[in-house]
């Protein structure tokens, strides 16, 4: 790592879609160790900055570091320091899930043996060991976000991206999700999570950053921004005159 204690640093991003403005002067930095919490509604640019940092948008200015590796022009270096859970599932359908892992561990040059091993103890971790021979088609929707989790963590990198892990799990599952991701920030990743819930940034994260459409609106120690009155919304309900 060039850079080992600044695991993202952003600098001026701004990314068009056409000729919408998807992200604007978008700047901040992540602390190798944090967990930085992302926020915003729906269409705020969540998912495009992580399509930046790895690399799989390209954008119109900016600089777009990950441990001092720039993301397009050092796409290799930075990408293998970046284990993705993507928002939506997009599992490759003819593999069983340990024939996954492994494929996806000899995409950052793990040799079989090695990704054979990997893949197993983290099927056992994520307690899918018994499911490790059917396809994901077989698999329940918790049990698809834990592979997941599986699939960002084979080649063992140092920060993990997370798009809106917890979406659509019941309150068991988002507990569990809760305790690994918890437990990996201890183990030394460093991890980004996007969210709609500041109920779960307030629970796991040590720094929260806030975007809406396109600018980032608070950015700071957690304790800082949810002390921040400005933030809060209040809903009144008018029941009409007596
Ligand atoms: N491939 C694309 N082509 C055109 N516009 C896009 C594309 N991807 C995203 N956008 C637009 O960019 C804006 C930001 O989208 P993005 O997916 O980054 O939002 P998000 O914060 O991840 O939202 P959500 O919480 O719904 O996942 C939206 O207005 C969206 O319609
Ligand atoms: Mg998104």
């Given at each position: 790592m060039r850079n080992s204690e600044t695991a993202i640093s952003i600098k001026g991003l701004t990314k068009f879609y056409?000729?919408?403005r998807a992200l604007?002067?978008?700047?901040f930095e992540v602390k190798r160790g944090d967990f930085f919490a992302f926020l915003g509604p729906n269409g705020a640019g969540k998912t495009t900055t992580i399509n930046v940092l790895?690399?799989?948008?390209?954008?119109?200015s900016g600089k777009v570091n990950i441990f001092g590796y720039d993301t397009s022009s050092e796409y290799l270096l930075s990408r293998r320091l970046i284990g993705l859970c993507a928002q939506e599932f997009n599992f490759d359908p003819f593999l069983t899930i340990h024939q996954l892992l492994v494929y996806q561990a000899g995409y950052f040059g793990i040799p079989p043996k090695k990704a054979t091993r990997n893949a197993e103890a983290l099927l056992e971790r994520f307690q899918l060991i018994e499911k490790?021979?059917?396809?994901?088609?077989?698999?329940?929707g918790g049990m698809k976000k834990r592979l997941l989790?599986?699939?960002?963590?084979?080649h063992d990198?140092?920060?993990?991206?997370l798009d809106e892990p917890t979406a659509g799990c019941d309150l068991e599952l988002k507990f569990l999700i809760w305790d690994y991701l918890t437990q990996l920030n201890k183990e030394g990743k460093t991890i980004f999570l996007t969210t709609h819930y500041m109920e779960e940034a307030e629970k796991l994260c040590k720094t929260i950053g806030i975007?809406?459409?396109g600018h980032i609106v608070r950015i700071g120690e957690k304790k800082n921004i949810l002390q921040d009155k400005s933030l809060e919304t209040v809903f009144l309900e008018v029941t009409g005159p007596e």
């Open positions: 056409g000729k919408f604007n002067n978008v700047a790895t690399g799989l948008s390209n954008y119109q490790r021979h059917v396809k994901h088609r077989a698999l329940s989790l599986c699939r960002a963590l084979i990198p140092e920060i993990l991206i975007i809406n459409q």
